[in-house]
T-cell receptor, first 115, second 111 residues
Framework: EPEVTQTPSHQVTQMGQEVILRCVPI?????FYWYRQILGQKVEFLVS????????KSEIFDDQFSVERPDGSNFTLKIRSTKLEDSAMYFC?????????????FGPGTRLTVL | QKEVEQNSGPLSVPEGAIASLNCTYS??????FFWYRQYSGKSPELIMF????GDKEDGRFTAQLNKASQYVSLLIRDSQPSDSATYLC???????????FGRGTSLIVHP
């Protein structure tokens, strides 16, 4: 099955700047997830997004983060005022089916480097 | 706090051998169990999922689940050098679609 795509593949930013990470899903998928993985650490859930609303979020997903589907197709994860510790791989993921599903497929990820 | 524990390894096996990867979890109400393979610098790739006690086989992979003992394992038969990767165990609590991941076990298959 086709997976999701993510852009950019690598983003370098200065501390304090805002970044927007993008995910392009399969068109008929309504659920979407964002995860992050700090180098050498666990994959951590950030937020799930269903039909243009946040469905569930973790304690990591604080006011610094936001998610949108600005144009009805792409999903975006915005990180405001980035910190050094935001440096990580950020993955979006979709369920196996167009509805909700336990099985998730990950996009290729965006490597965020905060200097 | 839901925990998923894995030995970080590395687990080193010769080509053609069986690799055995183990995972324990703390939440007794967990219902869904997954194994992802992650090559260095790449995203996790779902390779197995299991929901019921017992074994589930798919090609060279077998997932084993024992809910009473709260562990899930992955066996890789006829290991190949291309199987060298980090294997992530992930567990969903009952009623949740959000997995908790372990830190992964690094597997090295040497020729």
């Amino acid at each position: 099955e086709p997976e999701v795509t993510q852009t950019p593949s690598h983003q370098v930013t200065q501390m304090g700047q805002e970044v927007i990470l993008r995910c392009v899903p399969i068109s008929n998928h309504l659920y979407f997830y964002w995860y992050r993985q700090i180098l050498g650490q666990k994959v951590e859930f950030l937020v799930s997004f269903y039909n243009n609303e946040i469905s569930e979020k973790s304690e990591i997903f604080d006011d610094q983060f936001s998610v949108e589907r600005p144009d009805g197709s792409n999903f975006t994860l915005k990180i405001r005022s980035t910190k050094l510790e935001d440096s990580a791989m950020y993955f979006c993921a979709r369920p196996r089916t167009s509805g909700i599903s336990n099985e998730q497929f990950f996009g290729p990820g965006t490597r965020l480097t905060v200097l | 706090q839901k925990e998923v524990e894995q030995n970080s390894g590395p687990l080193s096996v010769p080509e053609g051998a069986i690799a055995s990867l183990n995972c324990t979890y703390s939440d007794r109400g967990s219902q869904s169990f997954f194994w992802y393979r992650q090559y260095s610098g790449k995203s996790p790739e779902l390779i197995m999922f299991i929901y019921s006690n017992g074994d589930k086989e798919d090609g060279r992979f077998t997932a084993q689940l024992n809910k009473a003992s709260q562990y899930v394992s992955l066996l890789i038969r006829d290991s190949q050098p291309s199987d060298s990767a980090t294997y992530l165990c992930a567990v969903n609590a009952g009623g949740s679609y959000i997995p908790t991941f372990g830190r992964g076990t690094s597997l090295i298959v040497h020729p």
